[in-house]
């Protein structure tokens, strides 16, 4: 049985930072393309950062390029999305999600219907 668990969520006020984790269980976690999504009220989830299994190669949003980072430890079968210089408009449920890597391009793994494992999200609130 497949398992993500976030983490680390919480309120903040806006220029802090978070780092959020997700610990995965019951796969093999190297096979596996791992992503954060973010979804706010009303609004559709949004790719926010995935980390490619094959050679650790990393993609963001436009929106966080240069705020936030996406690492992946696989000893702990862990991955953290590092987030400074947090907007009120970063507030969201922050998911992590999990798929295996098939080779696609990068504009693959942005598409939040690709991935076949989700976290139960954490709540990030930047305050203003």
């Known amino acids: 049985q497949v398992q993500l668990v976030e983490s680390g969520g919480g309120l903040v006020q806006a220029g802090g930072s978070l780092r959020l984790s997700c610990a995965a269980s019951?796969?093999?976690?190297?096979?596996?393309?791992m992503a954060w999504f973010l979804q706010a009220p009303g609004k559709e989830r949004e790719f926010v950062a995935v980390i490619r299994r094959s050679d650790g190669s990393t993609y963001y949003a436009d929106s966080v390029k240069g705020r936030f980072t996406i690492s992946r430890d696989s000893g702990k079968k862990t991955v953290y999305l590092q987030m400074n210089s947090l907007k009120p408009e970063d507030t969201a449920v922050y998911y992590c999600?999990?798929?295996?890597?098939?080779?696609?391009?990068?504009?693959?793994?942005?598409?939040?219907?690709?991935?076949?494992?989700w976290g139960q999200g954490t709540q990030v609130t930047v305050a203003s």
């Open positions: 019951g796969l093999t976690f190297s096979r596996y393309v």
């Open positions: 999600a999990a798929v295996r890597e098939n080779g696609g391009n990068p504009a693959y793994y942005r598409d939040y219907r690709k991935y076949d494992y």
